[in-house]
């Protein structure tokens, strides 16, 4: 199994900036992809962004392109989400998930491991 813990959410105005974090835990090494994905209330998950674990793959949904950057640590325990010029739009909880698979994906039946998600909230 493995554990996901996202932290860094919170409040921040049209703008601003964020940086999350996803501790993983457990047998991390049966995973190769890890994604970031978002809710807002009402809407269904939708993906975000996408990397291995080794970082030599990346992809990014086009709300976020340009904005958002996502990273890891190459050691199999933490992926970031660094979230620039956040938009009222961007409000919604955001999870991470991890992919046995050892291609990117951008849907949620492709990934493996959920967390609990954590809340970012853009006031305009």
């Known amino acids: 199994q493995v554990q996901l813990v996202e932290s860094g959410g919170g409040l921040v105005q049209t703008g601003g900036s964020l940086r999350l974090s996803c501790a993983a835990s457990?047998?991390?090494?049966?995973?190769?992809?890890m994604g970031w994905f978002r809710q807002a209330p009402g809407k269904e998950r939708e993906f975000v962004a996408t990397?291995?674990?080794?970082?030599?793959?990346?992809y990014y949904a086009d709300s976020v392109k340009g904005r958002f950057t996502i990273s890891t640590d190459n050691g199999k325990t933490t992926v970031y989400l660094q979230m620039n010029s956040l938009k009222p739009e961007d409000t919604a909880v955001y999870y991470c998930?991890?992919?046995?698979?050892?291609?990117?994906?951008?849907?949620?039946?492709?990934?493996?491991?959920w967390g609990q998600g954590t809340q970012v909230t853009v006031s305009s």
């Open positions: 990397i291995t674990w080794r970082g030599d793959s990346k």
């Open positions: 457990g047998r991390t090494s049966s995973t190769n992809v």
């Open positions: 998930a991890a992919r046995r698979g050892s291609v990117i994906a951008i849907t949620t039946r492709n990934y493996d491991y």
